[in-house]
């Protein structure tokens, strides 16, 4: 069944930044006839082709897209939330039509979900407690799924993954355990193993990803927020109520230093890779030794890895039969960029980077302003970015840093867009020059924030309210101010004309009054 047509007053045309904080919210959808990614955008998910520089938007969601993946020929897409009517939506990627959707898949929602590598099998795992984790045929027309089990530990599971060539084992983590799924006799089998600073030789930051690799050592890896890949394979001796096919620990590895958290772990053909918060992606043989880094990316924490071609088809395959492969990173700054893999033989550091392809937006935006006269918009954010965008193009064309503090709070643009006016928290009004985003003056209107800026239709004026319940005025006016300096915005006067917080800020032209004293 698919997605209910969204109805809306407003059609979505075009969207700027991306979900910055949703781990592993940026895939790949290179193939030979487009070059394309898809990340995420409150509930909403984007396709976008940085070749054509077009966006397909996919909605249907009525709440934050929590979780997303796409399938490994990159054809499909999955998309899941939490909240009231929850919905985990698959879609077609060439099309962004929706091909099927499963209602309330989990009480609350999905915090979770992944494809098996042949795109038939749906893993997910529910965000409230106690969690289940549910398998999925997506080549069934059922509305049920195949495999279903509560988690019955009280570590919440936030991460899951297929293994890369056996859609019959799945692995779990939470921040402090691990749990290795395994189909067999018609029901899913868990097992989760001990996890002590004995048997790791030391005490062993939380756990935030994990993978499991090909081969018949059943070998699997964790990563942790404090530097370290925790290595699990089969038990090799018989234990009491422990099979074969269980896993212990085999060992912890310090790959990073402390403090480093592995934000992402992905098993690419020979090849195990990691993004991690200090900006860099790694890759590594089976064993763990180091092959290739690339640490000068400048582009903040890695929270999402993806890869521009597909697996080679030889899991384990030898150093001299697989290339390190093109990928693309999204970070925590809210950039996502290209790698080329061959920047790694370049020698300056200037050389090692990446093609930025989605500049979003590295702080929260607190407010935007229209350009009167141009297809310009100002966005704030609150870090004190001023942000030009062009609506036309979709790029952004200028920027300024104003500081985190004060923090801005509301901005208007004057009727003739000379003009930007940013409030700010602590009562304070800059007027920067719109056509260079220089501080021209800046006007103290009270102690408490601004929360609202209003301009004459003729520009000649602007008012300002602030949680102190009042008003001030200014005017267009050459003057000097109190330190000697010259000014173009006159201070004419405030008062405090409200007992509750101002929510609306409007001059008017009085008709009955003659040209100059009209203005109200």
């Given amino acids: 069944m698919a997605a209910p047509a969204v109805k809306a007053p407003l059609s979505l045309q075009w969207v700027f930044g991306f979900n910055k904080g949703l781990i592993s919210g940026v895939h790949d959808l290179t193939t030979s006839d487009r070059q394309a990614l898809l990340h995420i955008t409150a509930n909403s998910g984007v396709i976008f082709d940085y070749d054509l520089r077009t966006q397909t938007l996919l909605q249907g969601h009525t709440n934050a897209i929590t979780a997303c993946t796409v399938s490994e020929d990159k054809k499909s897409i999955v998309t899941a939330d939490c909240g009231e009517d929850s919905l985990v939506v698959v879609w077609n990627s060439e099309t962004g039509a929706p091909s099927r959707t499963l209602f309330n898949a989990h009480e609350g929602g999905v915090c979770a979900l992944d494809l098996s590598a042949d795109g038939q099998t749906l893993v997910t795992v529910s965000d409230s407690l106690p969690q289940q984790i549910k398998v999925w045929d997506l080549s069934s ?8 089990s509560e988690i019955v530990t009280h570590d919440k599971q936030a991460w899951v993954k297929f293994h890369p060539t056996d859609s019959n084992q799945i692995v779990t983590n939470g921040a402090a355990r691990v749990v290795f799924w395994t189909i067999e006799n018609d029901r899913l089998r868990f097992h989760s193993p001990p996890v002590s600073a004995k048997e790791l030789g030391g005490s062993v930051g939380a756990f935030t990803c994990s993978a499991m690799l090909p081969g018949p050592d059943g070998l699997a890896v ?8 925790v290595v699990w394979a089969y038990v090799s001796l018989p234990e009491p109520g422990v099979l074969p096919t269980d896993r212990r620990v085999s060992k912890k590895m310090r790959l990073f230093q402390a403090g480093v958290s592995v934000l992402q772990l992905r098993v690419f053909d020979s090849f195990i890779v990691a993004g991690t918060s200090d900006g860099a992606v790694r890759f590594y043989d089976f064993k763990c030794r180091i092959l290739a880094w690339y640490e000068d990316l400048e582009l903040g924490p890695v ?29 925590s700054t809210g950039r996502i960029a290209l790698v080329n893999a061959s920047v790694f033989e370049k020698t300056e550091p200037e050389q090692r980077r990446g093609e930025l392809l989605i500049e979003g937006f590295a702080h929260a935006p607190v407010c935007i302003a229209a350009h009167p006269e141009a297809l310009k918009l100002a966005t704030v954010l609150s870090s004190g970015t001023v942000l030009i965008q062009d609506i036309d193009k979709k790029t952004v064309v200028a920027s300024a840093e104003l500081g985190a503090s004060p923090a801005p709070t509301t901005a208007k643009y004057d009727p003739k867009g000379r003009y930007l006016a940013i409030g700010m928290d602590d009562g304070t009004v800059s007027l920067l020059v719109a056509s260079t985003l220089a501080v021209e003056q800046s006007v103290t209107c009270s102690k408490l924030p601004v929360r609202k800026v209003a301009f004459s239709d003729d520009g000649s004026h602007f008012a300002v309210a602030s949680d102190d319940f009042s008003v001030a005025i200014f005017r267009f006016e ?42 109200r």
């Fill in 478 to 519: 050459r003057n000097t101010d109190e330190e000697g300096q010259e000014v173009n915005w006159l201070y004419i006067g405030r008062i405090v004309s409200h007992s509750s917080h101002i929510v609306s800020l409007q001059f008017v032209n009085d008709p009955s009054k003659p040209p100059g004293d009209d203005l």
């Fill in 141 to 148: 027309t059922s509305e049920e799924p195949v495999y279903s």
């Fill in 303 to 331: 929270t999402s890895l993806t890869f521009t071609s597909a697996p080679s088809g030889k899991p384990g395959a030898s150093d001299a039969e697989v290339r390190i492969p093109n990928f693309i990173i999204g970070t």
């Fill in 222 to 229: 964790s990563g942790t927020n404090d530097g370290d890949i």
